[in-house]
């Protein structure tokens, strides 16, 4: 089944402890994106990779580092979280740069992060 | 820069009303257009899409037609269903490369509730 997993789903940790929310797709998908969904200011792009070694800010990227060493995984790292990272935050996938591309971009189903 | 304005929300219906939800754009070139739906504890997933003026994208009832003299995208059903109580997120690709997508940009989102 196609699809993009994320992981964990939900985490509660503490400021400053550092983690990895892990992203990974089966679609052999060139382009891999993270968001971050908080209420009233809907999606907003955190960093987006075009390929293997090759990543981008997008709109939110401070407090945020990513990495794309391999083409289906494409982890988020917060290397020390803070309280204004507490938010709802998704991976998305989608082919790149072809004529036969949909269009679609394929989201992970979220992971919930709660920084005390 | 690019960006998307949609109505806000919430918007709550009776089953089997008419709903529209608005979306206007503002961008440079001839970028492609979406309307994505957020099912309860689930990750986004493609509605419709159109990829040039006049297009009309539709699945699932739902009906949304590119107006580039409007700059708009709005979304129509013609009688919705509790099942279609969701959150819409407008969104266009900042680039166009020969069909393909590029970086996302959406809108904030509307929540839908669809009473019985």
């Known amino acids: 089944e196609a699809q993009v997993t994320q992981n964990p789903r939900y985490l509660i940790t503490v400021t400053g402890k550092k983690l990895t929310v892990t992203c990974s797709q089966n679609?052999?998908?060139?382009?891999m994106s993270w968001y971050r969904q908080d209420p009233g200011l809907g999606l907003r792009q955190i960093y987006y990779s075009m390929n293997v070694e090759v990543t981008d800010k997008g709109d939110v990227p401070e407090g945020y580092k990513v990495s794309r060493k391999e083409k289906r995984n494409f982890p988020l790292i917060l290397e020390s979280p803070s309280p204004n990272q507490t938010s709802l935050y998704f991976c998305a996938s989608s082919l790149w740069g072809r004529a036969s591309n949909t269009g679609e971009l394929f989201f992970g189903e979220g992971s919930r992060l709660t920084v005390l | 820069g690019n960006s998307v304005t949609q109505m806000e929300g919430p918007v709550t219906l009776s089953e089997e009303a008419f709903l529209t939800i608005n979306c206007t754009y503002t961008a440079t070139g001839y970028p492609s257009l979406f309307w994505y739906v957020q099912y309860p504890g689930e990750g986004l997933q493609l509605l419709l899409k159109a990829t040039k003026a006049d297009d009309k994208g539709s699945n699932k009832g739902f009906e949304a037609t590119y107006r580039k003299e409007t700059t708009s995208f709005h979304l129509e059903k013609g009688s919705v269903q509790v099942s279609d109580s969701a959150v819409y997120f407008c969104a266009l690709s900042d680039q166009n490369y020969g069909g393909s997508q590029g970086n996302l940009i959406f809108g904030k989102g509307t929540k839908l509730s669809v009473k019985p």
């Open positions: 679609m052999n998908h060139e382009y």
